[in-house]
């Protein structure tokens, strides 16, 4: 696939990622049992958990050219490690004019919890708490972990997934 510098210069305004980050909602936060997996359906509800949402994220800017993947971390889901854990996904993307991948999350925003797209450094959602065994993974792949797509695919009740079912390894 050729990618073009044109289209990686359109990142210096990320609209993708700020249209999926600030008006996709995600399922948690807004306390919807609706579980979405593909692209469209995340459009078509405006709604998804990260898995789903880092879904949309990345058929938006492949269909721009732009190479896009999948990161993932492993975070408390409750914020207590007795609670449990999970994964989180997020997307990486390559930005030509300066020969670098950028992660980035579009998770969403909200108070104690802020992603912001910058090419100088990381500001992710959720900062890495090593001392109660959560991870970062650093890879970027090229399809989304497959864990995640059966967890979405499996479960019809995206509040109880995300209380029992999200998986907490790649």
């Not at 995600?26 to 709604?47: G, M, N, P």
């Not at 090229?142 to 695919?153: A, E, F, G, R």
Request: hydrophobic fraction near 35%.
């Amino acid at each position: 696939m050729n990618y073009s510098m044109k289209n990686s210069q359109k990142l210096k305004r990320p609209r993708q990622l700020l249209f999926v980050r600030d008006h996709i909602s995600h399922s948690w936060d807004i306390q919807s049992e609706r579980v979405t997996l593909t692209a469209s359906d995340v459009l078509k509800y405006s709604e998804g958990i990260c898995y789903a949402k880092s879904n949309l994220l990345a058929s938006l800017l492949r269909a721009q050219g732009i190479p896009t993947g999948f990161c993932y971390q492993r975070l408390m889901i409750f914020d207590t490690p007795d609670k449990g854990y999970s994964l989180h996904a997020l997307n990486g993307i390559y930005i030509k004019s300066i020969d670098k991948w950028i992660r980035l999350d579009a998770r969403g925003n909200k108070p104690g919890v802020q992603s912001q797209f910058s090419t100088k450094e990381e500001k992710l959602a959720f900062t890495i708490n090593e001392e109660f065994d959560e991870k970062d993974f650093p890879t970027i792949y090229t399809n989304p972990n497959q864990n995640t797509i059966k967890t979405l695919k499996e479960n019809s009740n995206a509040l109880e997934m995300y209380k029992y079912y999200l998986p907490d390894a790649l």
